[in-house]
């Protein structure tokens, strides 16, 4: 009896260690999805990335901003979405255009799943082995796309968020490997430029 109870005791502490996190999903975003269905006869620029989400702290915004527009001028180039890429301080033709990202959230949190503890200890961490949730991850990524020409007159935009939520079990890729919300960032800047690059006027 006494060793059950010590059992019970040390099991109760172990996953007691097991707290949750929050952070900031800062990617990588990785290679595009998919090409773009059609490719613009322009040429665009990747204006400074905004940051605006309330919970990142203005140091942080820097880092970010200057990281996504690195990434943002490979993923725009690779998938196709116009004639071709410049960068600053290349100058804007008459027909380019300039694409202004602001992201205005960027959440990813890590907690433990509500069924683990109880599932734990009902079981004697049976629920561990048989790959029972122990985490859950959520994530809420969003923000918006202007494209703007050279005379910074808007000719199209888009705003979407991607949230989503799963569960993480021992024998899960994610336990061991978080993503850190990586795909999901991708997938937010590919619904922008999809919906946006979809409504500039025609040349």
């Known amino acids: 009896m006494l060793n059950t109870l010590l059992r019970a005791t040390a099991l109760v502490a172990a996953l007691s260690m097991t707290g949750c996190v929050s952070y900031t999903v ?30 990142v702290n203005d140091a942080n915004k820097t880092a970010i901003s200057r990281s996504l527009t690195v990434q943002l001028n490979q993923y725009v180039r690779t998938a196709g979405y ?41 079981t004697l961490t049976l629920w561990i082995w048989v790959n029972g949730p122990i985490y859950v991850d959520t994530f809420d990524v969003a923000g918006d796309l202007v494209i703007v020409d050279r005379d910074g007159k808007q ?44 409504k500039l006027p025609k040349e």
Not at 26 to 43: D, E, F, K, M, N
């Open 26 to 55: 800062t990617g990588p975003i990785g290679a595009p999805l998919h090409p773009a269905s059609t490719t613009s006869p322009r040429s665009a620029q990747i204006a400074d990335v905004s940051v605006t989400a309330s919970d």
């Open 82 to 122: 116009f004639k071709q890429v410049t960068e600053y301080p290349t100058r804007l033709r008459e027909n380019d255009v300039s694409l202004k990202f602001n992201m205005t959230s960027l959440k990813g949190h890590r907690g433990p799943h509500p069924g683990y503890f109880p599932g734990a200890l009902l």
């Open 155 to 198: 000719l199209a935009s888009a705003k979407e968020e991607v949230k989503f939520e799963r569960n993480v079990g021992l024998y899960g890729r994610e336990y061991w490997a978080p993503t850190m919300g990586a795909k999901q960032l991708n997938e937010l800047v590919s619904q922008l430029l999809d919906s946006a690059t979809a």
